[in-house]
């Protein structure tokens, strides 16, 4: 484009001063013509560009209606609820805004750039008019009239590639601009370490506050706990207690407001962040799985894992996804949804859990995170799932979250957490016997467990 700009430009002054020096006043006249044109077309292109931007928002609305439209997660609700008709009425209506807009400042630009570019049109015809003037009084000759319109032909015509050109140069600048500004962007959690870091071996939360941004709400309020090395410690507590951010802090996704976070007796900032999450594997709450195939599900998190394929069978296989991998018709390399591959394998929620799980485990690591990784299973699927951890985290630095009290037999402390605060810290045996907050919550879970189980009893009877 640059280049194409400078041979415009090169061939528009060579035209200007043949032009001139034939005929000053007529050079002057139609390069000053242009630049009325050349002003509105990069007001105009501004204008549209900063609209585009203001439409973002916009697209994005009918980008994500368009996802769930088609989306088999959402194809029940929809055809339920029969919500299919409105949210087609509500991609309309947000196509007809933005359409109107731009189609409106389109028009708008069309009129006044279409007036404008008529004035070189009007010199070049009094160009014509008065050399033919000039010729019919004597003074000039046909051949003047051929040479001063085809030089006014050719200045128009360099202009306008010169002005064609500019005006994509300034586009693609706009453009460029904010993508500068992007990448200007300043991360808040700064990665200013350079501690070496061999492996994780303990864990300490020492006076932890935090609030997520622009809420002010503290969800983390002075917290402290320790995890010694190979120890396995739970963090329980009702939801929105501040269990899952625990784990984002300790990961590095936000900074602290206040206190330190140590791995090792090690603040967690002397460390650079993939050094830090290199040796953590993590099952989040809200994990997702992938339209990929199974092996490529897990491959993901580390790459370059080792004898790949033997290391996801054993994965899938501590996760509980052995059916799922006897039915899968193209083994590791069956692909979950039908997105990419008709035969693909659709599942259950359950089912994808376990697929996040096995991810986990695949992923080598030296402590070990999960964050309620039993919430979408049933009851003996969750105890396959602990039985199974048993024997993986043998020896290892583990932190698990959960709001069910049943399956904190595999940690080795409690730490219990609410309204970001540290209750009680113990073993279970402990803190049943202390009759606090835990022994109340086990009780209540116990007692609606036993009644659930009372209801199933007599309608089998």
């Not at 000053?24 to 242009?34: D, E, H, S």
């Not at 404008?116 to 046909?142: H, K």
């Not at 609030?211 to 009702?238: N, Q």
Request: hydrophobic residues 40%; charged residues 20%.
């Amino acid at each position: 484009m640059i280049l194409s700009a400078v041979s415009a430009g090169i061939s528009a002054f060579l035209a200007c001063v043949v032009v001139c020096r034939a005929n000053l006043l007529y050079g002057v006249l139609m390069i000053v013509a242009a630049i009325p044109s050349s002003i509105a077309g990069a007001r105009y292109m501004k204008l549209l560009y900063h609209l585009s931007l203001e439409q973002i928002n916009g697209e994005r609305q009918k980008g994500y209606l368009q996802a769930i439209a088609t989306s088999r997660s959402y194809a029940q609700s929809i055809r339920f609820f029969h919500a299919g008709t409105r949210l087609k009425e509500k991609y309309q209506r947000l196509w007809k805004t933005m359409f109107e807009a731009r189609r409106d400042m389109n028009r708008r630009r069309s009129i006044l750039t279409s007036l404008l570019e008529f004035l070189p049109e009007a010199v070049a015809a009094w160009v014509g008019v008065d050399i033919s003037m000039q010729i019919l009084a004597g003074s000039a000759t046909v051949g003047d009239y051929s040479l001063y319109t085809g030089l006014a032909a050719q200045l128009w015509s360099s202009v306008s590639l010169l002005l064609s050109a500019v005006m994509q140069i300034y586009d693609n600048q706009l453009k460029i601009t904010n993508l500068k500004s992007i990448r200007q962007f300043q991360n808040h959690v700064l990665d200013t370490g350079t501690r070496p870091l061999s492996a994780v071996r303990s864990i300490e939360f020492d006076e932890v506050c935090f609030s997520y941004p622009k809420t002010g709400r503290k969800v983390l309020d002075h917290v402290s706990f320790a995890i010694r090395p190979g120890e396995k410690v739970a963090v329980v507590g009702l939801n929105g207690s501040g269990k899952s951010t625990l784990i984002k802090l300790l990961l590095r996704f936000y900074e602290l407001d206040s206190g330190v976070i140590r791995v090792n007796g090690v603040d967690i900032r002397e460390y650079p962040i993939l050094e830090l999450r290199k040796h953590f594997s993590a099952y989040f709450q809200d994990e997702q799985s992938y339209s990929f195939t199974l092996l490529e599900n897990l491959t993901i998190a580390d790459p370059d894992h080792p004898d790949c394929v033997a290391a996801a069978k054993q994965a899938f296989s501590a996760s509980g996804c052995d059916d799922l991998l006897q039915r899968a018709p193209k083994g590791l390399d069956t692909y979950l949804t039908r997105i990419f591959d008709e035969n693909g394998m659709e599942l259950s929620g359950g089912q994808y859990q376990k697929i996040a799980l096995a991810r986990a485990f695949f992923r080598r690591h030296t402590a070990l995170i999960l964050d309620e990784p039993s919430s979408n299973l049933d009851p003996e699927a969750e105890h396959r799932l602990f039985e199974e951890l048993r024997k993986l985290t043998a020896g290892k630095t583990v932190l698990f979250t959960s709001h069910r009290l049943s399956n904190v037999s595999l940690a080795d402390r409690i730490v219990v957490l609410e309204h970001g605060v540290v209750l009680e810290d113990g073993t279970r045996e402990a803190l049943l016997q202390q009759r606090g907050r835990f022994a109340e919550l086990f009780q209540y879970q116990k007692e609606h467990f036993e009644t659930q189980a009372g209801k199933g009893e007599e309608a089998l009877s």
